[in-house]
């Protein structure tokens, strides 16, 4: 079973940072592409930023030049660093694995979600 598990969320004012980290624990082959993804209240979720395998890198404009995603491939985990952030940032963030099985298939796994509060 393929557990993914996101953690760092919490308030921060306007222009500050925040850490967001995600780790996928269980039995598989590998991980393909490790992703965040947002959902603000009334809103359709909402792909923020993606990372391969191979470590290339992908972002939502409204988030580029001031989000950086990355990954420990040894570790299974994958980061979120979050600067000068917005009230507009505000939302659950979800951290998606998609995970290769030992039997070479694929699946999205995705975490509980962890809330971000930008706010004066």
């Known amino acids: 079973q393929v557990q993914v598990m996101e953690s760092g969320g919490g308030l921060v004012r306007p222009g500050g940072s925040l850490r967001l980290s995600c780790a996928a624990s269980?039995?598989?082959?590998?991980?393909?592409?490790m992703n965040w993804y947002r959902q603000a209240p009334g809103k359709q979720r909402e792909l923020v930023a993606a990372?391969?395998?191979?470590?290339?890198?992908s972002y939502d404009y409204s988030v580029k030049g001031r989000f950086t995603i990355s990954r420990d491939n040894a570790e299974n985990m994958v980061y979120l660093q979050m600067d000068a952030l917005k009230p507009e940032d505000t939302a659950v963030y979800y951290c998606k694995a998609v995970i290769v099985s030992r039997t070479l298939d694929y699946g999205d796994y995705w975490g509980q979600g962890t809330q971000v509060t930008v706010s004066s």
């Open positions: 990372i391969s395998s191979s470590g290339t890198t």
């Open positions: 269980g039995s598989f082959r590998s991980i393909n592409s």
